[in-house]
């Protein structure tokens, strides 16, 4: 991790791959989730959701910065946990 103002900013190679089965496994739990019959999404809304999911972790595949990396996880499993709730969010 890079330095800036003695707090660690910037994610390193190694950052990046011990983050990436953590997200790619949230992203494949968040498509279940939009797969389950418990929301009430017609066909149309339950693809509009994962298209929007695929736009969301497929722009935030770019995301260098330590602490966004984080609030996109956090956010994340905020999510899931509202579909598991049965709630869209």
């Known amino acids: 991790m890079a330095k800036a103002g003695g707090g660690m ?4 190679a190694e950052d990046l ?3 990436r089965p953590v ?3 949230l992203y494949r ?3 279940r989730a939009l797969n389950s019959p418990a929301l009430p999404l017609g066909h149309a809304a339950r693809l509009a959701k994962k298209a ?3 736009a ?4 935030a595949a770019e995301e260098r910065s330590i ?3 984080r609030d996109l996880l956090d956010a994340a ?3 899931l946990g509202l579909l598991h709730r049965g709630r869209v969010p």
């Open 9 to 12: 900013i910037w994610a390193t």
């Open 17 to 19: 791959a011990r983050s």
């Open 23 to 25: 997200v790619l496994s």
């Open 29 to 31: 739990q968040i498509l």
């Open 52 to 54: 929007e999911c695929r």
């Open 56 to 59: 969301i972790f497929i722009f």
């Open 67 to 69: 602490h966004n990396i």
């Open 77 to 79: 499993r905020h999510t």
